[in-house]
Structures are given as C-alpha cells and as structure tokens.
C-alpha cells in the first residue's frame, strides 16, 4: 500500500490515513509513505481501504511529538511515526521510555525541528513591498533544514496580524492577506527591494554589541553562518569583531576616576535639597531605607529585604553572601540551616553572636523556582556591586574592629578581589575602607559537601573563628 501525502496539510493527511491503516491490519513493513517530492514508483498510490474492526487510539503526547516530527525532512519520519502507532496498540510503556530506540529517534527528530523553528522565528527579516490597499505589505526569503513552514507560520500571524506577508521557502509560499492566511506550491525566490527600516535595524544591532564580551563560538552556535546571506545585520559583524578591542580599551579609559574634590559638597549640597533622600545617620535609619531599596532587580522577586541584625557597639562584623529562603520570609539573617551551623561555631570559639553584627553581602533573596521550592542561587557580580552600598554604610556606622567575610561573595563585596578562596582562607586581607577582614568557609558550603571534606572544612572554619576571637580579645 503506497500512500501519498499533500505538501500542506500532510500531518493531518498522515492521521487519517495512518488510523485506517492500522484499523485494518496492515503491518508497517507493507505501507509505503510518500511526500509530494517522492519519485514514483511502479505501483503507485491506491485508494485507502475502509476502517476494520479494530479500535486504534494513540494518547495526547504522542499526537504532539507526531505533528512535530512530521515537520522533519527524514523521508523515513512516517514510517517510523506509523510503526509507533501501531506498536503502541498493544504495549503503550515503550512511549514513555527514552531509552527505547524507536522513541529516541523520533524525540531526536523532534528536536531538530524546534531548533529549526525557532531560528526561523529568530532569522526571518522582512522586506517592505508596494502595498495596493490600506495594510502594509512586506514579504522575506528563508532557507530553513525541514519542511517547516507550516509548523512556524502561525507565530508570524500573531505577531504580524496588522500587516500583510509572504514567506516564501524552497518548501512553499506562506502568505498572510486581510488576517487569513494560505499555503502555495513553491516558486521561484521572490526579488526583494531594500528595507530602509533595515538601516535603523543595523543602527540598533551596532548599538547593542558589547565588545568586551566577544564569544565567536556561541554567537555562530545562536546565529548559525548559514543565515547570514539573509541577515542584513551580519554585515556588520566583521568589522565589530575587528574594532572590538580598540572600543573596549576605550571604555577602560572612560570609567570612573577618583571623585574630584568638591565632589563632597556637592553632594550635601543635595542632601540639603533632598532631605528625605538623605543619607541614613543610624542602623535603623539605614534599615528602614534598605526596605524601599530598588538598586538591582532582585528586590522584584524577593519577599523582602532582610537587613544585619545584632549588637550596634558589635566589635566583630560577620558578613555571608545572601539571604536564604529562611530568612527571606521571616526577614532576619542566618536563622536557616547555615545561620545555625554558624552559631554553633561561634559559640564554639567563644564568641557571642548576640554581641556580633551579622549581615550579608547582598540583601535580597537570589533564587530560581522549582515547583513549590525555591532554589538559592548566587548573586553576580553586578548584584554584589549594587548591594555594596548598604554594606559600606553599615561598616561607616558599626566601625567593626574585625570582619569575617564567609565566602567568596562576602571576600569580593569587601575587598573587590574575585580570586579563588582556598588560598585565601584562613587569612587576614584588607577590606576596601582599610579594615581588617579574616576569609573563611560559607556554613552553606559545608552543608554541601560530602561527609569527609565537610568534616574538614567545618574544623577549618572553627580555627578561623577561634583565630578571630583571639583577635579581638588582643585588640581589647
């Protein structure tokens, strides 16, 4: 049985016939499958045979991963797609086993062809035409790898429902007119004018390339070479790549200097102008203000901010990296898992936490949702140097004689070096305002590690909080 297949349409054509099929018997070794583009053969399609006696279903997710495949060029995709129904009729487990080999191939054709579809939504670039009546008319050229123009079309009729548009590709001609949208056979690549929008596209492209984060590989992995003969934007790409370091060492040369010496009246100057902006002169102040704290985006996603808490005259400053999910919702730091460990410890070394000031680095909650949970993640660099504010203000208002930075965040919110922590720990560095800062582990750390390595490190951390503690008790 030879079955053959409309250029448009096909998956649904591929259903109906693929249920008859099965519904009278017919093994996949005796069907033949042919696309429009299929060479014919000696015997040539027949008329289906009408439905037999037996019921054929096939569940939700397998029609899914079916119409999606159905879009790949593999002239083997119906076979294997009919082969799968019919198996499925009587052992159904194999559909949720990725580890059968019929289902990864046809996960792996899947695969392919939403890559394809997405770099189609990605890449296509249209070209304004002569328009004949009141909607604008545009129309673009794509070469994509699988017969996708069916499965890709309906996002251009969203997103471009106020204009008129072809998209013509060696499969076919997509063309969207007064909101409806038709499929027609293939046709020659159309003669496209140039875009004067393209110029003001190119402008924007050139505007938005950050030469100081230059990755060839990735940008040909997201934007593959083969698009770019239809990219007006790609032209430019070259000389970028090519200017890149001369831009980026300008930008060295144009950041920030030291401030200049009126810049301190300058500034109170505008504290006097703005008094409820001033700046905070206590810890509760301070507290109050960080409340309302808007620097980076993390305060969007965030239950609160959760200020230091502790002894005000506090001698010792500890500082972690972020809040965790703990003390995001109840808005206090180190009362998780890691806040206990490291009370544990400090009373350990004969210190009172009670008499410390504890706080973090960053003051916002940092995480990804998972389900119901919420998985920490760790705050960037930027984030760090947005919070660096609060943080700085707290040290101008404690004045700590000591602090203990848990972390590699805490050590780089204090004294901006980013350097690996292992050989640091256990040491004494100079924080950015000339205070001394001991380097030690996170709790957090050590509640990841297996039970060996996080024996070590918890007796790594005890030394260093009782290095601290005699610290203090000499500076007394």
Known sequence: ??????????????????????????????????????????????????????????????????????????????????????????????????????????????????????????????????????????GAWFQPDHPILEAATPFFARRFADMDWLIATPEGVARFTGGTVRFDPPAPRPDLPDDASHDLWQTYFANIFN????????????????????????????????????????????QAAVAPSFAGRVTARLRAQSPDEAAPQTLDQAAAQAASCTRCDLCHTASRTVWGEGDPAAALMIVGEAPGDHEDLQGRPF???????????????????????????????????????????????????????????????????????????????????????????GRIETALDGGPVLVTWHPSLILRLEAGRAGQARAELAADLALAARMLADAA
């Open 1 to 138: 049985m030879r079955v053959d297949l409309p250029r448009f349409g096909r998956f649904e054509a591929w259903r109906q016939a693929a249920r008859q099929l099965a519904s009278a018997g017919f093994a996949p070794h005796e069907v033949t499958w042919a696309d429009p583009d299929t060479p014919a053969d000696l015997f040539g399609a027949a008329a289906l045979p009408p439905a037999g006696p037996r019921d054929v279903t096939a569940s939700t997710a397998f029609l899914s991963l079916a119409r999606t495949v159905a879009s790949h060029s593999d002239p083997e995709r119906w076979a294997l797609l009919y082969g799968a129904l019919v198996r499925a009729q009587t052992d159904r487990r194999f559909l949720s086993n990725p580890a059968d080999p019929l289902m990864d191939r046809l996960q792996r054709l899947a695969k392919s062809v939403r890559r394809d579809v997405h770099k189609m939504h990605a890449f296509v670039r249209f070209h304004e035409l002569p328009a004949t009546g009141p909607r604008r008319s545009f």
């Open 211 to 254: 030469p100081a984060r230059v990755k060839t590989r990735a940008m040909r992995s997201e934007m593959p070479v083969k698009y770019w003969k239809n990219l007006p934007e790609t032209r430019l790409i070259p000389r970028m790549l090519a200017d890149a370091p001369q831009r980026v060492q300008a930008m060295r040369d144009a």
């Open 335 to 425: 009362i998780g898992p890691a806040g206990q460990l490291l009370r544990r410890e400090l009373a350990g070394a004969g210190l009172d936490a009670g008499r410390a000031w504890l706080t973090n680095a960053v003051k916002h909650f940092k995480f990804t949702p998972r389900g119901k949970r919420r998985l920490h993640q760790n705050p960037d660099r930027a984030e760090i140097r947005h919070c660096r504010w609060w943080l700085d203000l707290e040290r101008d208002l404690l004045r700590p004689r000591l602090t203990v930075a848990l972390g590699a965040t805490a050590a780089f919110a204090l004294t901006d070096d980013a350097s690996a922590l292992t050989p640091r720990r």
